[in-house]
């Protein structure tokens, strides 16, 4: 017997060497003639190990020629098991535009060499939403390593977004056929099929991408016990009931690599488009590479199209989501998909979280929104996230994709009425108007905690919720007023407004108190409220004299006050108006029309009794004083105002008295500096600052009395203080938008002061 021989034919050989026929041998051995034939005839090359030794017992072999008929069946087996039929679980080909995701194919490397404890399979779970291109990345990065990988890679789609997901037994029958083996040796059973999947993964260095998963449920099965195999599957759920898989998300491209791949699927044409306009056309697709392909494939499909006039069509949101369409790829149908997946009430709670206008949301705008308890809205989020429909972030906040929004919008428009729309809008309208007045009375004198909450308001128990809740949805309810004032909800716009005027001095630097007070204005003139009107415009002009100060500006809104105050006898607002211009007066020079306009709103607010506002006005003659040079003059005059805020009888309300000693201290410290008593200056500025950050305000006035003590300490080459102060008043200000005086005292603290 020769080396070359099989094992059909060694059996044979030893039969007739023993005399017996198949039917002998048969009934020696217990094995069937039948099955005995199979085997001498190569149909059965790898027969089990019981069989053969069944066999070998009844041929009475010696040891080594047993031996050799054991070694010659397993083989044969191994043959059996790996001779992969062509074609089947072949992983697809991968694109030659492919662009970006460096550091996820890292990660994809780092897998294959990636160690585990013994009897836990390596696994890569690779998650995002729709549109993303999962599947191109794990096609890619199976390509890539495909040479490590000397048993095979085997792609199966799983179908986790059809109506009938892949069963597990159905996969690993396709699996295991794949992996060669016959249909016959395949168990009856997904418990017995998943035993044979794992051991062949043991010893057998391959990798099994499968994609487009459901559950947890489906891919169990499916999952290594350990040994050389690894596994990725590609989800659009989190399937976070998986324990011990490595986990990687895919995000929306950066816009250099999203404009680096439209330009690479336009090819040739790309060098006759306007860069500019494919930059564009990269951010409105969201860097979503299934939107940048479409768009790419209507580009190159139509060769006359112009690339500006395309980046102008997406910029329209009402018709941005129909754009991507090209041939038989269809954004909408990607998210469609997701969409379809979701309960009914789900459902519903996507479509109308369309309704809420800002960028993100909390969970409690969204049972607003869907019109159920906030239990269920909980629930419901928890499945959009899971489905990749929605974006979770820090502080129990959402969001969506840019065009995952416009989708759900479209859902909204199709499949609810339009009274049920409008009535969606109108009550996320009316809720944010008034939570946001609701959080906003709380930094007002004489309002503060509500008595009797609206039950249907999210309750705010401190200020610092009220200011976190005013902070991280101002742009819903920004979006909110000027969608009331569109609809002539002309009390909901000015009340909401009116109460931002006390919390706006804790948020100095918000760049929308013009459009706050503006909107404000408008409704006041709508209603016919001279005062209210003259109210809002000397708001307008102390958002204009907040550093960087537009004093032409202010004089001009404190001029149509003064009018409007005039006209209605509002006693109150014409000495506001005289108080806004006295700082616009000094900043132009008019030194003496300036501490005229400060002394009368002092006088008048004395007059009508509010000592707060008196206060106010006796900083504005100070600052007069100060500006003038006249620094022991503005020095006594501050040292009073003080004095009246630290005086519990003097009549100032307990907050703005609190509010006034830090700025008034500031001065102070200035006036002492300037008069050379740099020791006392330094204390000043030292309590100011200590007050400010009691308070918790961060703005110009925190800025100067760092800059001013910083300014101080170099005088007196204490270097390390001087550095210090510097650089957190550079923080400071760039937090104001102050970019100047940011680079400038961020320079004092690199040379040391």
Request: glycine share 10%; with cysteine.
């Amino acid at each position: 017997m020769t080396e070359h021989h099989g094992f059909g034919d060694v059996l044979r050989a030893h039969r007739r060497k023993a005399r017996l026929t198949l039917e002998q041998l048969a009934e020696a051995s217990s094995v069937s003639a039948r099955t005995l034939s199979d085997m001498e005839r190569g149909r059965s090359r790898g027969p089990q190990h019981r069989t053969v030794t069944a066999v070998a017992d009844a041929l009475g072999l010696e040891a080594s020629a047993r031996q050799r008929l054991i070694e010659l069946a397993r083989a044969g087996r191994l043959r059996d098991h790996w001779s992969r039929p062509s074609g089947l679980c072949e992983l697809p080909g991968t694109i030659d535009d492919f662009t970006g995701r460096g550091a996820e194919l890292i990660w994809m490397s780092e897998l294959l060499y990636a160690e585990s404890s013994p009897g836990v399979g390596v696994v890569g779970l690779v998650t995002g939403s729709a549109g993303l291109g999962k599947t191109s990345f794990a096609v890619r990065a199976a390509h890539s390593v495909r040479p490590s990988f000397p048993g095979g890679v085997f792609f199966i789609d799983l179908f986790g977004m059809s109506q009938r997901p892949a069963g597990a037994g159905d996969t690993l029958r396709t699996l295991l056929r794949a992996f060669g083996v016959a249909d016959q040796h395949i168990p009856g059973d997904t418990q017995g099929r998943a035993a044979l999947y794992r051991s062949l993964l043991r010893d057998k260095r391959v990798l099994v991408v499968l994609d487009n998963a459901a559950s947890e449920e489906q891919v169990r099965p499916l999952l290594p016990g350990g040994g050389a195999g690894r596994v990725v599957i590609t989800t659009r759920r989190l399937l976070a009931g998986l324990e011990g898989v490595r986990r990687l998300v895919l995000g929306p491209l950066p816009v250099p690599q999203s404009t680096q791949l439209l330009t690479g699927i336009l090819g040739e044409r790309a060098a006759s488009d306007d860069e500019t306009a494919l930059t564009r056309i990269a951010e409105l697709c969201g860097g979503l590479p299934l939107a940048l392909r479409i768009i790419g494939n209507r580009l190159v499909s139509r060769p006359a199209w112009d690339a500006a006039e395309l980046a102008g069509r997406l910029a329209d949101e009402e018709s941005r989501l129909h754009q991507f369409t090209a041939g038989d790829l269809k954004i909408a149908n990607a998210f469609g998909m997701s969409y379809e997946q979701l309960a009914e009430r789900a459902k519903r709670l996507f479509r109308r979280l369309a309704a809420v206008p800002g960028r993100d949301f909390d969970a409690a705008l969204a049972a607003v929104a869907g019109g159920m308890p906030i239990e269920d809205a909980w629930q419901g989020l928890d499945d959009l996230v899971d489905l990749g429909l929605l974006q979770d972030g820090t502080a129990g906040r959402y969001r969506f994709h840019d065009l995952v929004r416009l989708f759900a919008r479209d859902r909204l428009q199709n499949e609810e009425a339009p009274p049920g729309r409008e009535a969606v809008t109108a009550t996320v309208t009316s809720w944010l108007l008034r939570m946001a007045t609701t959080a906003g009375r709380w930094f007002e004198p004489g309002y503060g905690r509500p008595d009797g909450p609206d039950p249907d308001l999210t309750s705010l128990a401190t200020e610092e919720e009220a200011e976190q809740w005013l902070r991280g949805n101002v742009d819903n309810w920004l979006a909110a007023m000027r969608a009331a004032a569109g609809q002539g909800l002309h009390e909901l716009v000015l009340n909401c407004a009116e109460s931002m005027h006390w919390f706006s001095d804790r948020w100095l630097h918000g760049p929308h108190w013009g459009e706050v007070f503006t909107l404000g204005a408008q409704a006041a003139a709508a209603l016919d409220d001279l005062a209210a009107q003259a109210t809002q415009l000397n708001y307008l002009a102390w958002v204009h004299s907040v550093p960087p100060s537009d004093p032409q500006t202010v004089l001009s809104y404190t001029a149509q006050a003064l009018e409007l105050a005039t006209r209605g006898g509002a006693r109150t607002q014409i000495a506001w108006s005289h108080q806004y211009s006295n700082a616009a007066l000094s900043k132009l020079g008019r030194h003496d029309e300036a501490i005229a306009a400060a002394s009368q709103a002092a006088q008048t607010f004395k007059a009508l009794g509010d000592i707060d506002s008196h206060a106010q006005g006796l900083v504005g003659v100070g600052n007069c004083l100060r500006d003038q040079g006249r620094h022991s003059e503005a020095l006594r005059q501050y040292l009073e105002i003080r004095a009246l805020a630290d005086d519990e009888k003097s009549g100032m309300t307990p907050r703005i008295a609190a509010l006034s000693r830090p700025v008034v201290g500031i001065r102070i410290g200035q006036c002492l500096a300037v008069l050379g008593r740099r020791t006392e200056a330094v204390t000043a500025l030292n309590e100011a600052i200590g007050l400010l950050d009691g308070l918790r305000i961060s703005n110009f006035w925190l800025a100067q009395a760092l800059e001013e003590v910083a300014a101080l300490h170099a005088q007196d080459r204490r270097t390390d203080e001087s550095r210090h102060a510097y650089a957190r008043a550079a923080e400071v200000y760039a937090s104001t938008g102050d970019g100047e005086a940011h680079d400038r005292c961020r320079s004092l603290a690199a040379a040391g002061a």
